[in-house]
């Protein structure tokens, strides 16, 4: 039977005021109303029943994630008490899944980028199921074709196809994020993709991996699974770790008893954690202002205005390239471009004004 | 007996959002929690007894007038049904007055501006009130003695100093806003005061000169004063006009029964309808920031900030010169040197989202 869990711990600052303590990124319903949680559920859906969906989270954000996910089962709601880094958000699930299904076949999703065109992506992940039923030491990552030389994500290097399945091949390494000048080398050659830190596998096989590398971990998620009550106890004494650096990179030079195969997404994959980053999905007025929410701009280029705040409107007026956003509780005013060092303002207003506000 | 009408009917915009059409700019808590209403009257009560102040104000501001002028008596509080000008704000107060007393001795007083420090302008007042009573044909007036040749005044030209007041001078002519040139001229002489907008009479004498200058009006404001429930019908029927033009330049050019005389008012006198005029009047911090309310400046000069929106916190970063003013229901960011322009985008916003949020 094929699983599905979605990863959705995170608890960025970069688009605050929009995401705060109690409401990260992937919550946000900033894409027709819909969050990226909600957008990775839906994908996943289209290959796997309802009930064998399973969302692992912060506890703090259960409560948000059981209204914006209403056919998520309530046993299939996972919520870390602390964060210990996506190894953990993925062997927890693994051992439940494994538990109720010792022939289980799971995807290991991120809810952190928005991607397009899902038809694209629901393919190639049906393409990551069928690779992985057929071969039983088989652990599938996803690969996003490059369109350009980021430097800023990591990177898989292909080796040879896949016999049987076209878009799929086999890993020689895994690398760190590389300088600009090899980032162009590696689009050049069409032999690298971006690690996109999704997956498909065999939950037998991914414990059967943890087993071996970090043993501890591996008999930690098994007692969780079999006493959830004992959560408290055993979450936060996890050793926080990486799934890649954790188990595929290993792998891939030989640990364990698995291989690593890579299926190639051809998609749009696009990092909105941050407000320039926003400002590129929305659609611009002719005067290249992106307006989400009530607003107005007059006499003014390039701003992006994120109104979140119902009842209420944002007005400006012979001002450029800023971002300002408004929620019931905060306007952040800045320029677009130093919009990834909005981090840096909220410990001034945590400072001034207590973390509530921040 | 002294009386004292204060006229507080503006219904500006160029505060914008703080200044809407339901709370006009006279009625904003913005000097360490008055408003200037509330500060025209804490002066006017050095001299006159609370139960013989009036306020005449737009009917619809009549409730946040109550609340702010708690001592204010309900028969003292006059609310025009539409604004008809100076003239009429002050010729029907008049009236009442003079039907209660007719020997009454009654100011009036503006509530547009910033006036420091108090202790002087009271000192004054009361020269005004006595030059009144020792002169029952005396309209006095207020010159605000400049501080530098402000091109957008009207100007009073003062002539030989009254026997026994020594701060009063008679009144040779009134003259409209000069040119910069004209203005410099006028502060070189020492002969040219700002004319204030207030005065001093005799409530019987003002009606006088009403009587003789405008006959249909001194008829309709009498009427008032005897039949208030008529209110609907006579105020909207008056001629609008403003003191100035209909009695105080014909009266210095020799009509009427009555002399102009004006009063020096050594005062900061300033014009607070502008968020330019507003950053001059509280304190800036070391970077030039001007902050009012829960808000953040960080790498940021020259901006004013306003936040009149409890329980929210507006935060600025990387940003020059910006005014940014968030109420409950909108947000304001454009540059500080253009606010008096805010006019254009109350118009924008009306247009697109309804009058209620203008």
Known sequence: MRYAVIMAGGSGTRLWP????????????????RSLLQLAYDRAARLVEPDRILVCTGAPYAKDVRRQLPDLREENLLGEPVGRDSLNAAAWPAAVVD???????????????????????????AEGFAVAEAD??????????????????GYLERGETLAGFPDAAHVVAFTEKPDAETARTYLAT????????????RAATFLRQIEALLPATYAAVRDLADAPTRLGEIFPALVKTSIDYAIMEPV?????????????????????????????????????????????????????????????????????????VRTPTA??????????????????????HGDDLA
Do not use: C
């Open 331 to 352: 306007t952040l005013v800045m320029p677009l471009a130093r919009s990834q060092d909005v981090k840096s303002l909220v410990g001034h207003v945590a400072a001034r």
């Open 99 to 125: 538990r109720r299904d010792p022939d289980a076949v799971m995807a290991v999703l991120t809810a952190d980028q928005l991607i397009s065109p899902a038809d694209v992506f629901v393919e190639r992940l």
């Open 136 to 153: 039983e030491a088989a652990l599938v990552t996803f690969g996003v074709v490059p369109t350009f030389p980021h430097p800023g994500y």
């Open 252 to 324: 891939s030079r030989g640990a364990g008893t698995a291989h690593v195969v890579a299926v190639a997404l051809p998609i749009q994959w696009q990092d909105v954690g941050s407000f320039e980053a926003l400002a590129t999905v929305w659609p611009a007025d002719a005067s290249g202002n992106v307006v989400q929410g009530a607003a107005v701009v007059a006499e003014g280029r390039g701003n992006l205005v994120v109104n979140a705040d119902d009842e209420s409107i944002v007005a400006l007026f012979g001002v450029d390239d800023l971002v300002v």
């Open 190 to 201: 069409g032999r690298y993709w971006w690690n996109s830190g999704m997956f498909v596998w």
């Open 18 to 33: 929009l995401s705060r303590q109690g409401q990260p990124k992937q919550l946000l319903p900033l894409f027709e109303g």
